[in-house]
């Protein structure tokens, strides 16, 4: 499934300064900092890897969800819709938990 290109030039946007990779995973593409998930777009939006602490202050985003790959429930994750992720100030408020989770992580040495 194809990812919307420009939300993810939003994205990158919202990253700029922030020290950030890019890869293709999940069918989508993935932002990183420091070898960990910040945030990615998908067919079907965005998700944020937000942290197990802080999923419920992302879930009142509204159009935020549980992100749900496999039929699971992904601990940490938050899927926001297309609609939603065109919002600035919605999809500020989760990259704002996403990189703070991200930050608080360790870096992870280069593969």
């Not at 930050?103 to 593969?111: C, D, G, H, N, Q």
Request: charged share 25%; proline share 5%; hydrophobic share 45%.
């Amino acid at each position: 499934m194809a990812f919307d290109e420009g939300l993810a030039q939003l994205m990158r946007d919202d990253l700029a300064g922030e020290r950030v990779t890019e890869r293709k995973m999940f069918g989508g593409l993935a932002f990183l900092l420091d070898g960990h998930m910040v945030c990615g777009v998908h067919g079907g939006g965005a998700m944020f890897r937000v942290g197990k602490a802080n999923e419920a202050a992302a879930l009142a985003v509204p159009g935020a969800a549980p992100m749900d790959f496999t039929g699971r429930k992904m601990g940490g994750m938050i899927d926001l819709s297309d609609e939603a992720a065109a919002d600035d100030a919605r999809r500020g408020r989760l990259m704002t938990l996403a990189l703070a989770f991200a930050k608080s992580l360790p870096p992870k040495e280069p593969r």
